[in-house]
């Protein structure tokens, strides 16, 4: 099994700026993709910011030079620092790994439970 444990929500004024952390857990063989999802009200989940194994990062163009993904590869924890924050940046955000576990070895897609981040005067 593998677990994925958010932390770092909350609300925060426009302008302001929020960090998530996600440290993940479990019988992790190896890891291709991690990072961030999110899904607004009445909205699809879409993709926020994603670090490859490699280091590779990808980013929504929506928050592209707002915000800025992190890994700490030793503690299989990644970091999505937030600036700029505006209304529509609103949503739940959820953690998701794209790896491989013991002892099926299978790729998988493995998802937290989500942290709310609200951006509201």
């Known amino acids: 099994q593998v677990q994925l444990v958010e932390s770092g929500g909350g609300l925060v004024q426009p302008g302001g700026s929020l960090r998530l952390s996600c440290a993940a857990s479990?019988?992790?063989?190896?890891?291709?993709?991690i990072g961030w999802y999110r899904q607004a009200p009445g909205k699809q989940r879409e993709l926020v910011a994603r670090?490859?194994?490699?280091?590779?990062?990808d980013y929504a163009d929506s928050v592209k030079a707002r915000f800025t993904i992190s890994r700490d590869n030793a503690k299989n924890t990644v970091f999505l620092q937030m600036n700029s924050l505006n209304p529509e940046d609103t949503a739940v955000y959820f953690c998701?790994?794209?790896?491989?576990?013991?002892?099926?070895?299978?790729?998988?897609?493995?998802w937290g439970q989500g942290t709310q981040v609200t951006v509201s005067s």
């Open positions: 998701f790994l794209a790896g491989t576990a013991r002892p099926l070895y299978t790729p998988s897609n493995y």
């Open positions: 479990g019988n992790i063989f190896s890891i291709i993709a």
């Open positions: 670090i490859t194994n490699g280091g590779s990062t």
